[in-house]
């Protein structure tokens, strides 16, 4: 693990009850960090279960940023991350959904997490434009806005787990496969409606 760096599997998951304020801070967050990280944030979007309107979630946003060169992204964002409370983590590659035979470095990013600083705690993942974990990232989100009767039983799923493991990353784990699923549910939504990200 890089010298700073920390990881996300070091405490046992809380999920919560959804929170209304969520949006409010997810938007915020994505405004500050765009500033932040100007110009080579190309996009910045609140994602994951505290961007999906009653989704019970981890009280942690999650945040991702979309750059044209990894590499780049990854010599340059430490000061400006550093200065608001995030530290840099060893994880360099998203999970590839089951079933999908694609290049594992195509789905490559770069990620900090902010925990017990001055603002709300974060997971900031950085991936290239254009890659197959940004577009599923969105994908997801937008999946669960435009489908509220399949989020009741997701967060429940994530609720039972939390209570169920005692480390994040074995949730993160067990959890892969039924992202995996919604996915293959939300490919076709987008696929019929024209989705794009």
Do not use: C
């Not at 919560?16 to 969520?22: I, L, R």
């Not at 910045?44 to 060169?69: C, N, R, W, Y």
């Not at 940004?134 to 994908?139: D, H, N, T």
Request: proline share 8%.
């Amino acid at each position: 693990m890089p010298v700073n760096a920390v990881s996300a599997s070091d405490s046992a998951p809380v999920v919560v009850d959804h929170d209304p304020t969520w949006k409010s801070t997810g938007l915020a967050l994505a405004d500050e960090l765009r500033v932040l990280l100007a110009p080579r944030a190309l996009r910045v979007e609140h994602i994951g279960s505290t961007a999906v309107p009653g989704m019970a979630a981890k009280p942690i946003f999650d945040l991702q940023v979309s750059v044209a060169d990894l590499a780049q992204a990854e010599r340059l964002f430490g000061g400006p991350l550093a200065g608001q409370g995030f530290q840099g983590t060893p994880y360099q590659r998203d999970h590839v959904p089951a079933g999908l035979d694609d290049d594992p470095a195509r789905w490559a990013k770069r990620m900090w997490l902010r925990r017990g600083q001055a603002g709300p705690d974060a997971n900031l993942h950085v991936r290239l434009a254009g890659s197959p974990n940004e577009r599923l990232a969105l994908l997801f989100r937008d999946w669960f806005r435009a489908h509220p009767e399949a989020v009741p039983s997701y967060a429940r799923f994530k609720s039972v787990l939390a209570e169920t493991v005692t480390d994040v990353g074995v949730y993160s784990d067990v959890k892969d496969p039924v992202v995996d699923l919604v996915v293959t549910v939300a490919e076709r939504w987008a696929a019929d409606t024209g989705w794009t990200v």
